[in-house]
Every structure is written in structure tokens, then in C-alpha cells.
């Protein structure tokens, strides 16, 4: 196996399908039917055409992130009754033969109208067979997820990918990715589990991936990314999972779905275990929607959202045992501008190892509503810039509305509270920051505050407003700050007790 799905094969040229179809014409004893299926593949050189405006440079990983961690993949064992390749001495002898057998190949490599029955493990699939009819192909193809009328519709295992949960099949995948074209619907057999052993690129804009009921596992964690750079693309139902996580991992190959691409579309996607980020939005990607997306046992955060990334929409996310925070807008000075424009409705956070729940550490017009956040180390929520070594943007008109932050900051090394605004980047300014409407409980007895605003060394907040807020068997005080200023408290409950209000702007 290549250590990358770059080494995988050029689909032939249409100068070499007509060559073969000239070859075979003079050969005697090859049947019609046969030719007219060499010259059927004709067709499929301007299949693997497509539109090919995608593989700009949000499709290559940086050289630096490119270089960490670097491992060759490994190839899981052949099941013992699976047939190896035949050797060269088992080719056929013959021009006739060697004729007949590369006619074979170009078929196999042609698309067929529908899927081919699913392989059971440990077994090879069946070579090239005569055309079945409507009835059978009916009867044999695997049930597939309802697709919309009018699509172009093909299975990634007529690429060659066999879903047993045994054999690698990163090379079949990647070569579904990058040969059909734009406006394909790509689907993943349902019940199938199918093994990567190296980062999986998918750069064509306009696809539309069906994974309802399917399995990707990446069995190499260094390089157990999907990377979605292309424009307009959807993925849909698929579970990426992890086989192993020994340690955690920060660069873009180990991000487990990461999407750079513009106008993505996530939906009922779910990620069970990660090497670091769970869900990676970066790059400046634009338009994005991530919609009912689950995220369990990452190595860092659930949802990471960084990079620039602006004008998106995350709705409904839940993660699990996160570990970091569970939902996270980051934006580091490195990356030139600070993410912009998104709004993060109704995320349930279920725990966390190390971390906060919901933050923003950096960005522009943020905003969280509905939220439910349960037993989070670190604080519950927290928003504002973080200094060295992170050097962040500063959170700037950021808006959380409403829900729960229930069993917080149960670290006792971590004094963060139920809620935090918080300055660390000096020269900087949070400012316009407002948290209302949240039920807060529980939260760890010994930590200094239930909500708490503070600026760092050098660093400057302004106009925080903290608004009916209902406190429950909290930490030691409700509030406290040393920018009193800068903050105005109002409605504030603990305990059934009113908080006296600060109007200090």
C-alpha cells in the first residue's frame, strides 16, 4: 500500500482506450459483446473529467503540518481466506489472452448503473459478469439511502472499496473522490465499515457524500483526517470513528473531519474518537453549516471552529467526553482575522476531560443560544482572548442566550466558575459581551465564583452585561470582577436571593 493516495494511478488517458480498442479489433476470438464494452469505456475518461476549480491551495495541508507526526500507514492483514493478487507468472501468455485480460480491467474500471452486490469478509469480489437485468440489479443491490431525483448517483465500491472492516481501502476511496465529477451524489453502502490508512482528501466541489448507516475508520491515528477543501460540498449520516488514540495530536492530520472548503454541508454526522479536534472548520472557510453533528471522545476539542472561518451556522451539535472544550470559536492572530458571523444554536455539551464547555477565546459577532452544558472541568462558558503562548483576537459582540451550565468547574486546580468573560491578551479589548437568561448549578463548591468578569495585565474589558441570570448551589460567591466598571449585572438570583445589581456602565 502507498504511504499516500497521491501514488494512486491515473485513470487511462482516451488515447490509450482507443489503442486498446484498436488492439482488440484485430484479435481474433474476442467476443462483440466485449468490444462494445471496451468501447463503452470510452465515456469514462469524460466521467473522470468533471470540474476540477477545487484543487487550489486550501487543498494541500501546509508543509509544516504536513511534516508532524509523519508515519507510513499500516496495512491491516489479508483475512485468511482472502485471495492474494495473482503473480506475473499468472498472467495470461497469449496476445489473445493479455488482450482480452486488459479489456477486462478497463471494464472493471468503467462504471456499472448500479452497485455490485456487497462482498462478505474475508472474501474477493466477483470479476466482470454479463449485464443483469433491471429485476436482478434490483434484487442484488445493497438498500440505499433515499437520494433526490435527478442526481447522478455512484458507490464508492464500484471504485473498488469493499467496506469489510479488514481490508484497507483508502486508494478505492480517494480514487471515488477525485474521479467523479461535480454534482455527483456519492454513496456509502449501508452496514459497511471501511478502513483508511492515510489522510482522505475529498476536493471536488459540488459533491454530495451519503454515508447513512456506513462506518469510515481511520486505523492510523497520525494520519486519520477526511479533509474537505472543495466548495459545495455535503456530507450526510456517515461515523468516523478512530481504531486507536494513544496521545493527543494538534496537527491538520489528525483533525478528524476538517472542512476548508466554502458553502460545506454537515448533517447527522458523527465522530467517535479523534486524535485531536473532532470537527475542524478552518481556512476561512465561508458559509458553512453543521447540522445535528455529534463529536465523542476526541483528544481536544469537539467542534473546533478557527481559521478566519466566517458566516456559518452550527445547530444542534452534541459532544461527549471531550478533551477539551466541548464547542469552540478560536481565532489566533496568526491567522490575520478573527472568525466572523456565527451562530452556534441549541449545542449540548456532555462532559468534559479537560476544558471548558462553550467558548469563544477570540471573535466577532458570536453567538450561542439554547445551550446545555453538563460537568465540564474547566468553566462552563467562557469568552474572551487568551496571551502567550495562544495570542488570540479579542471576543467582540459575543452573545450567549439562554439555556443551562449545570456541574461546572470541577477541577479544583481551575478557578474559572459556571461563566467567565476574561482579558489575557494584553493590548486588547473584549468588549460587548452579554450573558442572559442561563440557569446555573452546581458548580463546584470551592471555586471563587458562579460568574466572574476579569481583565489580565494589560489587557482591557468593557461593557459586559450580565442579565437574569438564576444561580443554584453554586461556588463560593456568585459574582465577582476587578473591572467593575465595565460591567452591568441585573436580575441576577442566587439561591432564590436577589444579587444586588452593578450599573457600572
Known amino acids: 500500500m502507498p504511504a499516500s493516495a497521491q501514488d494512486l494511478p491515473d485513470e487511462p488517458a482516451r488515447g490509450d482506450t482507443a489503442r486498446r480498442w484498436g488492439t482488440a479489433r484485430r484479435l481474433a476470438g474476442v467476443s462483440t459483446a466485449l468490444l462494445l464494452c471496451v468501447a463503452a469505456v470510452t465515456g469514462t475518461a469524460a466521467w473522470a473529467g468533471g470540474d476540477t476549480s477545487a484543487a487550489d491551495a486550501r487543498a494541500a495541508d501546509p508543509p509544516a503540518a504536513e511534516a508532524t507526526a509523519r508515519t507510513a500507514p499500516t496495512t491491516p492483514a489479508l483475512a485468511r481466506d482472502q485471495a492474494p493478487a495473482p503473480s506475473r507468472a499468472q498472467a495470461p501468455a497469449t496476445a489473445a489472452g493479455t488482450a482480452a485480460a486488459q479489456a477486462g480491467q478497463a471494464i472493471a474500471r468503467a462504471l456499472p448503473s448500479n452497485p455490485p452486490a456487497s462482498t462478505a469478509p474475508g472474501t474477493t ?118 481504531a486507536t488514540s494513544t496521545q493527543r495530536f494538534h496537527a491538520y492530520e489528525q483533525m478528524k473531519l476538517r472542512v476548508s472548503g466554502d458553502d460545506v454541508v454537515l448533517r447527522d454526522v458523527h465522530v467517535r474518537g479523534a486524535a485531536a479536534a473532532g470537527i475542524y472548520v478552518g481556512n476561512g472557510a465561508a458559509r458553512f453549516l453543521l447540522d445535528r453533528v455529534t463529536v465523542t471522545d476526541s483528544r481536544a476539542d469537539g467542534v473546533h471552529v478557527t481559521g478566519g472561518a466566517r458566516d456559518g451556522r452550527v445547530v444542534s451539535p452534541v459532544t461527549t467526553n471531550t478533551g477539551d472544550d466541548g464547542v ?93 468573560v476574561y482579558a489575557g491578551n494584553p493590548g486588547t479589548t473584549t468588549a460587548d459581551v452579554t450573558v442572559r437568561r442561563l440557569t446555573i448549578a452546581g458548580t463546584r463548591a470551592t471555586a471563587p465564583w458562579d460568574v466572574g468578569v476579569l481583565a489580565g495585565p494589560g489587557a482591557t474589558v468593557t461593557r459586559v452585561t450580565l442579565t437574569d441570570l438564576t444561580l443554584t448551589d453554586g461556588a463560593r460567591s456568585p459574582f465577582w470582577t476587578n473591572v467593575p466598571a465595565a460591567v452591568r449585572l441585573v436580575g441576577v438570583r442566587d439561591d432564590g436571593v436577589a444579587v444586588a445589581n452593578r450599573l457600572g456602565w
Open 328 to 420: 469552540a470559536v478560536v481565532s489566533y492572530r496568526a491567522d490575520g482575522r478573527p472568525v466572523e458571523r456565527v451562530r452556534i444554536s441549541s449545542p449540548r455539551v456532555n462532559g468534559t476531560t479537560w476544558g471548558r464547555g462553550i467558548s469563544v477565546v477570540g471573535g466577532t459577532d458570536i453567538t450561542y443560544t439554547d445551550v446545555d452544558v453538563r460537568d465540564t472541568d474547566a468553566g462552563g462558558v467562557y469568552l474572551g482572548s487568551e496571551g502567550d503562548p495562544y495570542w488570540t483576537f479579542p471576543s467582540v459582540r459575543v452573545l450567549v442566550d439562554g439555556g443551562r451550565v449545570t456541574g461546572a468547574n470541577t477541577n479544583p486546580d481551575k478557578d474559572h466558575g459556571a461563566v467567565i
Open 125 to 242: 469480489s466477483p470479476g466482470p459478469a454479463s449485464a443483469p437485468t433491471a429485476a436482478a440489479a434490483a434484487s442484488t443491490a445493497p438498500a440505499m439511502a433515499a437520494l433526490p431525483a435527478g442526481t447522478r448517483t455512484a458507490y464508492v465500491d464500484q471504485f473498488g472499496a469493499v467496506g469489510n472492516g479488514v481490508t484497507d481501502d483508502t486508494r478505492a476511496l480517494q480514487r471515488a473522490f477525485d474521479t467523479v465529477p461535480s454534482g455527483t451524489t456519492l454513496v456509502f453502502r449501508p452496514g459497511a465499515t471501511y478502513l483508511h490508512s492515510d489522510v482522505l482528501r475529498v476536493t471536488r466541489p459540488g459533491l454530495t457524500l451519503v454515508g447513512t448507516g456506513s462506518t469510515l475508520t481511520a486505523t492510523e491515528e497520525t494520519r486519520s483526517a477526511v479533509h474537505v477543501s472543495g466548495d459545495r460540498v455535503s456530507l450526510t449520516g456517515l461515523t468516523l470513528t478512530l
